[in-house]
């Protein structure tokens, strides 16, 4: 199926038109893209049809029979259609089938514009395509422009959301896909994604809209053809959810770029006072505590919301909007230089960069890849956790800073340990050590830091090599500093590195 794209000076009639037949040797105006099906066997096979909203169906000589594919066409779409002469076929028995317009085969390009201009009068009204939508978040419904209500699953609200963001732009299938399933999606097929569009289109074209302004785009994914606009959901109150994270403001308003601290697992903010000492008074940064852990309030950690890390990114996103952060850099350690990353690639427009601590895209060994651990072997680690969590604590904790038992800063790693929930650092645990982020990377579309150390128990070098190549805008730096928490045992390195980053942001 081959696609041409058109490009036409006056308004648009229809943005994506099918021809199902040998090539028109003749262009349409007013068309912003055909795409050509060689016969009704191509059509058929191809599911990027669906996205159109207008047919034509010339002499076709093998396939499907006309009058089926009529009906095809009609189980799916209540976009125009015009036949070309069928030969033999009864006119009557074409019509009944589903086409709007029939022409003898011999008809030529001003009697094909004109048919399709007199089918788009009616199932089309003028302007039609320019009239606004909008996406009714708290009511998790679409409004078309004739006022008509769709509801959407929570899958059709991530992908209508997407297109919000876009303002008309393409959106690629990779980024609907992480959008709708989250960290799940590098396990989902295509197949999946196009039949949430399938079952969105056509819950549009059911609903009485004049058209289904969801349109293919080749080679890319999918783009909405026509204004939409956005109504917000019910936000919960900023003051309740700043309580809530136990969230810490410090530094002038005015600076820029802010900086938001992400801490890692089974730990608090705290662990991060003092890169932020070192930054200085005249950094604006904010730090929270991760739902379950610190001062944050005990209902804010839900064992649903927070199965994956994308509970944690929403609660990130949902903290940064509370604050009135404008284009903040992220800065998180391990698990949450993940969280950051999540968030990053969910909004990229809301976040001006990413600082990952310490961070690992999977700790799972495979036969292309080196994340520190056999799968038996992290499973083993977290059977010990679950049998029994504070002795497991206090073993893990002065590992992590590789420093002596007796050491003052392995014997705080290990009291925040201590203090987390076991239920919550149990679960939490399972969460953070089995994420694989790998197909994530190439997407994350903001400039990067890398920051590594040297003996760290938990991720190896080549972990760092491996991100720095798969994201497109990283910056690798590694410290000479022993073990996984350099923002605990050498803070004024961890300043350096940030502040190099941000100046190079401009």
């Given at each position: 199926m081959d696609v041409t794209d058109v490009v036409a000076e006056e308004p648009v009639l229809v943005h994506r038109l099918t021809w199902i037949g040998p090539s028109p040797a003749f262009s349409l105006r007013q068309v912003a893209e055909v795409i050509v099906a060689d016969d009704a066997d191509d059509f058929v096979l191809e599911a990027?049809?669906?996205?159109?909203?207008?047919?034509?169906?010339?002499?076709?000589?093998?396939?499907?029979?006309?009058?089926?594919?009529?009906?095809?066409?009609?189980?799916?779409?209540?976009?125009?259609?015009?036949?070309?002469?069928?030969?033999?076929?009864?006119?009557?028995?074409?019509?009944?089938?589903?086409?709007?317009f029939v022409l003898p085969g011999d008809a030529?390009?001003?009697?094909?514009?004109?048919?399709?201009?007199?089918?788009?009068?009616?199932?089309?009204?003028?302007?039609?395509?320019?009239?606004?939508?909008?996406?009714?978040?708290?009511?998790?419904?679409?409004?078309?422009?004739?006022?008509?209500?769709?509801?959407?699953?929570?899958?059709?609200?991530?992908?209508?959301?997407?297109?919000?963001?876009?303002?008309?732009?393409?959106?690629?299938?990779?980024?609907?896909?992480?959008?709708?399933?989250?960290?799940?999606?590098?396990?989902?097929?295509?197949?999946?994604?196009?039949?949430?569009?399938?079952?969105?289109?056509r819950r549009i074209q059911q609903s009485g809209a004049a058209f289904a302004p969801i349109q293919s785009v080749a080679k890319v994914g999918y783009r909405f053809c026509a204004p939409l606009a956005t109504e917000p959901a019910a936000a919960e109150p900023s003051s309740d959810l700043i309580q809530r994270h136990h969230v810490?403001?410090?530094?002038?308003?005015?600076?820029?770029?802010?900086?938001?601290?992400?801490?890692?697992?089974?730990?608090?903010?705290?662990?991060w006072d003092g890169t932020i000492r070192a930054l200085g008074p005249q950094r604006r940064t904010l730090s929270y505590d991760l739902a379950g852990h610190g001062g944050s309030s005990p209902r804010t950690y839900s064992v649903g919301r927070h199965a994956t890390l994308d509970g944690h990114a929403k609660d990130l996103i949902q903290i940064c909007s509370a604050a009135d952060l404008d284009q903040p850099v992220l800065v998180g350690h391990s698990v949450g230089a993940s969280i950051g990353l999540l968030a990053a690639v969910r909004l990229?427009?809301?976040?001006?960069?990413?600082?990952?601590?310490?961070?690992?895209?999977?700790?799972?060994?495979?036969?292309?890849?080196?994340?520190?651990?056999?799968?038996?072997?992290?499973?083993?680690?977290?059977k010990e956790m679950d049998a029994d969590y504070l002795p497991w604590a206090r073993r893990l904790a002065p590992e992590l800073m590789a420093a002596p038992r007796s050491h003052a800063l392995s014997k705080s790693l290990t009291e925040r340990f201590c203090r987390c929930d076991p239920s919550v650092a149990q679960h939490f645990g399972r969460v953070s050590f089995l994420t694989d982020q790998r197909a994530l990377l190439p997407l994350v579309q903001l400039p990067t830091l890398i920051i590594q150390c040297r003996d760290d128990p938990l991720v190896p070098r080549a972990v760092g090599d491996y991100m720095h190549a798969a994201m497109p805008q990283s910056k690798l730096v590694r410290l000479d500093v022993p073990g996984h928490c350099p923002h605990l045992s050498a803070p004024d390195q961890v300043k350096i590195a940030i502040d190099d980053f941000c100046a190079s942001l401009g």
């Open positions: 990027g049809w669906q996205g159109s909203d207008f047919f034509v169906i010339g002499p076709l000589e093998h396939g499907l029979p006309v009058p089926d594919l009529l009906r095809l066409i009609r189980k799916r779409s209540q976009a125009g259609v015009v036949v070309l002469g069928q030969g033999s076929a009864p006119i009557a028995s074409l019509l009944r089938a589903g086409a709007d030529g390009a001003d009697d094909v514009q004109a048919a399709i201009e007199a089918v788009q009068r009616r199932v089309h009204p003028p302007g039609a395509t320019n009239a606004p939508w909008t996406f009714a978040a708290a009511s998790s419904r679409l409004l078309t422009p004739e006022g008509y209500e769709i509801d959407l699953s929570e899958a059709e609200q991530q992908v209508i959301a997407s297109f919000a963001l876009a303002s008309g732009e393409p959106v690629s299938r990779e980024q609907l896909m992480h959008r709708v399933w989250g960290q799940s999606a590098a396990r989902c097929s295509d197949n999946a994604l196009q039949a949430v569009m399938y079952r969105l289109r810490r403001l410090q530094g002038p308003a005015a600076a820029s770029p802010p900086l938001v601290f992400i801490h890692g697992y089974a730990c608090d903010q705290g662990v990229p427009q809301h976040f001006k960069a990413l600082v990952l601590v310490t961070p690992s895209a999977s700790y799972v060994n495979d036969a292309t890849y080196e994340g520190g651990f056999e799968r038996d072997e992290l499973l083993a680690l977290l």
